[in-house]
């Protein structure tokens, strides 16, 4: 898929009150969360964008998307963004799960076909559709719920229709870490001595 028709988010969700700070400004493995989801990103979208409340993500040097309806989850910053995108395709990544390869999203480019949206399923049926694709379209269908006062992402999917794509440790980008949300600060060390462990391994 050309680059050019597709659009990139990180999603960063602003202060954490378990971290008991901004996540996505956070350090890991010399640069913040942040950094790694933009660079990430820029490997399969033509544009990469920071949904963020706080015009301190203006440092990175992408643009900053807010919400344009506050205080409803993550349901917000994926309609701000659907809002702004300007392309057919349009790939989410929350900025803590650092572990996402680009090789995910561009199987989730690939596997979208006709559907509005392309999201990984896991071995159990979890779903994670934050890190997923959404056509453009999808924002009319989000308008609806948000109207209804309903904010919950898995309605949105219900809704839709999506493709399942299949995350197992068949998978040959698999990683037992692969979609690890560090939202905790023991998540933050686990995540690090994982990263430290992974380095060592290597010759």
Same mark, same amino acid.
């Given at each position: 898929?050309?680059?050019?028709?597709?659009?990139? /988010?990180? =999603?960063?969700?602003?202060?954490?009150?378990?971290?008991?700070? %901004?996540?996505?400004?956070?350090?890991? &493995?010399?640069?913040?969360?942040?950094? $790694?989801?933009?660079?990430?990103? %820029?490997?399969?979208?033509?544009?990469?964008?920071?949904?963020?409340?706080?015009?301190?993500?203006?440092?990175?040097? $992408?643009?900053?998307?807010?919400?344009?309806?506050? &205080?409803?989850? !993550?349901?917000?910053?994926?309609?701000?963004?659907?809002?702004?995108?300007?392309?057919?395709?349009?790939?989410?990544?929350?900025? &803590?799960? !650092?572990?996402?390869?680009?090789?995910?999203?561009?199987?989730?480019?690939?596997?979208?076909?006709? $559907?509005?949206?392309?999201?990984?399923? $896991? +071995?159990?049926?979890?779903?994670?559709?934050?890190?997923?694709?959404?056509?453009?379209?999808?924002?009319?269908? *989000?308008?609806? =719920?948000? @109207?209804?006062?309903?904010?919950?992402?898995?309605?949105?999917? +219900?809704?839709?229709?999506?493709?399942?794509?299949?995350?197992?440790? @068949?998978?040959? *980008?698999? +990683?037992?870490?692969?979609? /690890?949300?560090?939202?905790?600060?023991? +998540?933050?060390?686990?995540?690090?001595?994982?990263?430290?462990?992974?380095?060592?391994?290597?010759?």
């Amino acid at each position: 898929m050309d680059k050019k028709s597709v659009s990139g /988010f990180v =999603l960063t969700g602003g202060k954490s009150s378990r971290m008991g700070e %901004d996540k996505g400004l956070m350090i890991f &493995d010399r640069k913040p969360l942040v950094q $790694h989801a933009l660079e990430t990103l %820029d490997q399969v979208a033509g544009q990469v964008m920071i949904s963020a409340n706080d015009s301190v993500y203006a440092q990175f040097s $992408h643009p900053v998307v807010p919400d344009a309806i506050h &205080d409803i989850g !993550p349901m917000g910053g994926l309609y701000s963004c659907l809002l702004r995108s300007e392309t057919e395709f349009n790939i989410f990544l929350s900025c &803590d799960t !650092p572990f996402v390869p680009s090789e995910l999203l561009a199987l989730l480019l690939q596997e979208i076909g006709h $559907h509005a949206c392309a999201v990984p399923v $896991h +071995d159990n049926g979890k779903m994670e559709p934050l890190c997923a694709v959404y056509r453009k379209k999808c924002r009319e269908t *989000f308008a609806e =719920l948000i @109207n209804e006062g309903r904010y919950k992402v898995h309605e949105a999917l +219900d809704r839709l229709g999506y493709a399942e794509v299949k995350i197992d440790k @068949n998978t040959p *980008f698999y +990683d037992n870490l692969l979609f /690890f949300n560090i939202n905790t600060p023991a +998540d933050y060390n686990h995540a690090l001595q994982y990263i430290e462990s992974r380095r060592n391994r290597k010759p």
